[in-house]
């Protein structure tokens, strides 16, 4: 294990995605935050802005400046809105210096994000350099990482031992998602309030959340027949969690017993998924606070339907911790260093 | 319109059940509620056990006696778990004594009520004479009406339309059902644990909730050829609604304008089903404190799934005011008698 | 009682009050509501604003026109926030016309008003015409109705037998009240996003929260020598209701005994105002959905402090309901008229 | 610092306390759980019983046994229930073995146990040799810590500045104390259960929680003319956090700047008390998920009340945290050792 020091910069660090990088990687062994900068030109320590910071950390925002960062820094952090880094990064792709991007500015091809994303996106020769990296199935040949989206991560993990296996039936992949409120960032919308989403459920988004297209590419990438999902969103009434019920039919007549053994094989040394045992459903409470995907599954042979459900802590692996999880295998470290958390529980 | 008064019994009065029938019956300009049974005997004023009926209600539950029952009302409601009325209803059924039943006792044939309620059914014959009776669609010919679940009437209301037009495709009906905790009833257990419950969601009963047959059975009486769904049920962390996302396929090809105007068509007499514009989706606030059933389509043509979502207040819609929607039918009254609410919003 | 139907306009529709207002005069037996009026000109149909509305209500705001609502209503409620009505209502005033005003415009003397709502107020002329009215201990002898603050409704009815008798000690009133998040509005802030408020709990306003004037300048009228109460404000994560708990000393020793004699007798004839058994104290679940106001007490000899627990439902004890049960005495109804509602329980 | 290895058992890991030592133990650099032990015989994994722990902790109950204990590690942890550990330490308190005890079995002396626990106390004698022991203010000299309650820690923080300075007012303490609903622990009860707690809010055993006594006995250390206090506890529907509200008179007339000074001064060195701006009043969510206590002040002049809010995590700081706290004192490592926890925020 490399036991030096990881200096890092994070860009956009008011965010809900930034304060949660700044609280996990306080626990990192090697890692030490440098600088923070936000687009906004705060100039208040943080932890005037952020009273639960106090005690904790003592660093106030410095100006975006990408030759600053890159000498002083091995890494920077961009957990900025979508739209946003994508005019900041040339310099850093150029300099093939290490970036992690939470957002989705280079998950997609151009055309595909300017259709999700109605914006326009970077162009296609920097998109091309950047890696999208699902930190469970590492397999990273740049310095720029994309980091997956919330939805799309417990999606992925949920479907990847069947989609590795050719068994995805194409017309039958049925993706009832659903979220807690975090994931909606700190924007003040009538969506957000908490009269509007107290004691009450709603889908949005049914059809066009911007994480499909990413899910689909990911999908078609290890079975090549898939290009389309029916994926819906909908929002739970709680601070975090993610909960994907995935109804598929398979390609194949399969039985119970060998589906699990599929989901177990796949995942066995990856250390932070949890397959759980046979016809067990995780929930929730499991992974909050932690870098785990739980999953479980349950075959009902009268409709041929498997249900998988995927449940994960949205700002930690659907964010903050995969990105740290990313971080660990672009500088050859255990990639569980700093993710070592235990579900709060009660 | 009748303006006789009809004098009613509840029994099994201390369930969530028995306490909303007698909420809302206090406001039906044509009620009299003259008695109340418990199957513990208690002899307690019902506002000592409940403080938050003084003022309201003053009245203690006596034995029940079938007899006293038939000559003193004009109609009895089982508000008992499952299970109970079963054992209780013989001479009101032998006297075509009218009684409305919240309980899913009488819904199923006696084959199907011992596979998925694991009880003693009721005999045949005595299970012969009750009506599944969905209020929305009432076409009684019985006194004994068995009021249909919570789950059942979202899923029901949510495929009618498609259903009575010969328009579900088997193979692919998905339902993802979920609910507030005011379903599962007043008893101690882990699930209802605060701890538990609170800031969580979990899949349970996944393929094998009670009302899975009841729906069924509905649903092939529609169109013939409907004999499974794909039906999860899930908990959500509020106290009343259930939310349904229905993933179904059809037998036809058809423009999202058509679906929308057959959805419009069925219900346009139908005073509690509201259907929403194209594409617009309710929510569960929508109806909570009401009798209404909220619905909206989102039709998808590159999977072709067509997404319903079907809202209810369960304690309402799903139980005690369907069955009271139910009297209303059967005493020839207007249906919306008594149940003229408007959902409490903030 | 009088059977006339007592026609009424509402002035500030949007808010929560006023929706509030809406849904609870459906369903009075005597008043029909003929017109609704923004400040915002908003020319659509309620139902489509607020989809929970459709099948119940059909109406669309019209431009605020004091004369036209003098000549085709009985009463104008005023649902708008403070600083609105002090300069909508003169017309109605000096045509002495019944109004009845939700927000604080008119519940205090001019200087009062300037300092706590940091607005002009209306003249004192104008303001010696309204009558602050809690319709519990109803003496009006105006048209035009000052309906009193939520907090302070919920802590003048937890007083009122110990005042009514010269029995607080001045120098020794604490209250520490507690209110949900629709008590607050429906303002999009950083104090209303689900984020900040779920999971949490807060002080807000210590010592100048709005309602401490007139709870005061009530407490003074029944007993001379009151004029400061110790008196803070908290946010509750829940929709409704108010809490408040009320720490007192007492010019006098009494027995328990003897102080809940007091409690029953002041409020034995106001069916309103529910008081418990000698030391049971109520929640808030009692009394959501109600008009009611549940009030419990407790002696702690060593101590000497007397913990009284007042609760009530912040949208219709603290607002719409008390609004209209002010209405029934203004018209001459028995007050309970269109009120009489059960706490949802479950 | 050292550096050694403590190793240390659990006694009664099943509750919320234990599994939130378990929890926080992990991330502590110098401390190895050794062995864990239920009263209940369990022999099953621990991650089997609780799914959360899997791929964290691989470790199984085994038989409590005093001696072996002693010889296997440096340290117990009592996290039982009240009146167990009572029962189960004479041999550790007579080998003078390290024992923190998270339970209230030895934090009072005999005949007040007898009075609030209302069960038979251990001897007056081993008693004595305990030492209750808030961790901010660690003055140990005994091997046997009595780790205080949650509330008694939020309280006692609030006012020990005054206290420690003869400032309080014994005729005038006033506690309105509440908390989420881990507090209670994990018994299925009314009270525990969803639709009881969700959107409502109550005030349980005002004046006789157990914590009274031991808060009175320490703030009579402190200052000697307090002996009683007016205390109530009230449960709010969170998860996580205590909020106590103290409304105090002090025995001196001193400006709010110096009161601000005298806490600022009391907590300056104590790395877990941080101390809000003058004014400035903390939120629960500032402290979830950490050991902080957050306090903040505001004097009104006119009734002479100086208001103080402190709040906690009552598993963490409140409990676990506090324990850990104590064992890094009690083996000379810097006290925030293990414990450097950001709070979750979103």
């Known amino acids: 294990m490399n036991k030096k020091i990881i200096n890092v910069a994070i860009v956009g660090v008011t965010g809900y995605g930034g304060l949660e990088l700044l609280r996990l990687l306080h626990n990192h062994p090697t890692v030490h935050v440098v600088s923070i900068h936000n687009t906004s030109n705060d100039s208040e320590d943080i932890s005037v802005s952020y009273p639960h910071l106090q005690s904790m950390y003592k660093i106030t925002p410095t100006p975006f400046d990408p030759l600053h960062i890159m000498q002083s820094t091995d890494l920077v ?44 996106p970077a162009s296609q020769s920097l998109l091309d350099q950047a890696n999208y990296s699902l930190a469970d199935f590492y397999q990273n040949d740049s310095h720029y990482i994309a980091n997956p ?48 989403v107290n004691e009450n459920f709603s889908m949005y988004k049914p059809n066009h959340h ?85 999953i479980g599954l349950t075959y009902n042979p009268n409709t041929k339907y498997l249900t998988i459900v995927s449940v994960i802590d949205n700002m930690i692996k659907g964010a903050a911790g995969q990105a740290i999880q990313n971080m660990n295998h672009l500088f050859n470290l ?4 700093g993710l070592q958390l235990i579900a709060q529980y009660a």
């Not at 995805?168 to 908490?194: M, P, R």
């Open 334 to 337: 255990d990639e569980t260093t």
């Open 149 to 196: 989206g919330c939805y799309a991560t417990a999606t992925l993990l949920a479907l990847a031992p069947l989609a590795q296996q050719q068994l995805l039936d194409q017309e039958n992949i049925v993706i009832d998602a659903k979220s807690g409120l975090s994931g909606a960032g700190k924007s003040l919308n009538l969506s957000s309030h908490f009269i509007n």
């Open 210 to 294: 911007q994480h499909i297209p990413e899910i689909t590419q990911q999908l078609k990438h290890w079975q090549a027949t898939i290009d389309h999902i029916q994926f819906t969103t909908s929002l739970l009434p709680i601070n975090r969690g993610i909960f994907v019920s995935a109804y598929v039919k398979l390609t194949k007549q399969l039985s119970a017993d060998t589906l699990q053994k599929i989901f177990e094989d796949t995942y066995k040394n990856k250390p932070f998924v949890r397959v759980m045992p046979k016809d067990q459903l995780p929930d929730i409470k499991q992974v909050v606070g932690t870098n785990f995907a739980d």
């Open 77 to 120: 952090f961009f957990a900025t809105s979508s739209g946003v880094s994508k005019d900041l990064v040339q310099l850093f792709i150029e300099a093939n210096f290490p970036v992690i991007d939470l957002s989705g500015d280079f998950r997609l091809n151009a055309p595909d994000y300017e259709i999700w994303y109605k914006k326009t």
